[in-house]
């Protein structure tokens, strides 16, 4: 008798968690090479705190730093790589970066200005042989709950280039979002870093909702 009621008061407090009620987990990806992985610093709050008021979304306002190499990787379903100069990953972080994203993980990199040709060839190490592609515009990451037909919203002007998105896709899912030429990132940011017209800073903060959206359903 006792067990079996044990074991209903097991099953009954089992039911009364969901785990969509476990808060999802972001975190900002800490690399090597010189780059400054730390720019950036009130983006993702502000993006995570954006997404938890207009998604209705449940995700930790803690977005802390974890290195690319580390076990700590595996706790987050969603990492955000962002920076202007060098990035460099060496075997051992090659490796846990593929297993976490073989894994279900995702990474998200946006260049800031001046990362492109450190961050791509990186990206194409981490699985030899897939090369990134840029994403259509008829790509779902640009139609969740905001519609961009036309891809990538332009946030800051640098070089005068088109905004492009790029992905690396394993087994056909996307594990790896590059955007180029934009600044979502920087957009995001608190309005008084860059001041940008609040419809600019709400074209990048629907497009990285969007991002976040993507990840979670996929």
Same mark, same amino acid.
């Given at each position: ?6 074991a209903?008061i097991t ?13 999802l ?10 780059g400054?992985?730390?720019d950036?610093?009130?983006s ?7 997404c ?10 803690d977005?802390?730093?974890v ?8 706790n987050? *379903?969603?990492v955000?790589?962002t920076g202007?100069?060098? &990035? +460099?990953?060496?075997?051992? #972080?090659l !490796? ?29 190490k981490i699985?030899?042989?897939?090369k ?8 779902p990451v ?10 990538l ?8 280039k088109?905004?492009? *998105? ?8 996307? &594990? +790896?979002?590059?955007?180029? #030429?934009? !600044? ?17 800073r ?17």
């Open positions: 008798m006792i067990r079996k009621l044990l209903a099953v009954l407090v089992l039911c009364s968690f969901s785990p969509n009620e476990k808060p987990k972001i975190a900002v990806l800490k690399y090597n090479g010189g400054d992985w730390y950036s610093p009130t993702l709050p502000n993006l995570i705190k954006y938890n008021q207009n998604l209705n979304m449940n995700i930790d306002p977005a802390p730093a290195e690319v190499g580390s076990p700590e990787l595996f987050y *379903a969603m955000r790589l202007h100069g060098n &990035v +460099v990953f060496n075997e051992q #972080e !490796d846990n970066l593929r297993a976490y994203l073989i894994g279900g993980g995702f990474l998200y990199a946006d260049d800031s200005y001046g990362m492109d040709k450190y961050i791509r060839p990186q990206l194409e699985f030899p042989g897939i990134l592609t840029e994403l259509p515009f008829n790509h640009f139609h969740q709950k905001y519609d961009f037909p036309k891809g919203p332009k946030i800051h002007e640098h070089d005068g088109t905004p492009q *998105a790029f992905g690396l896709f394993h087994e056909g899912r996307l &594990v +790896v979002m590059y955007t180029y #030429e934009t !600044d979502l990132d920087d957009g995001w940011e608190d309005k008084d870093i860059y001041k940008d017209p609040d419809d600019v709400d074209k990048a903060f629907k497009m990285g909702a969007n991002i976040v959206r993507f990840v979670f359903d996929n």
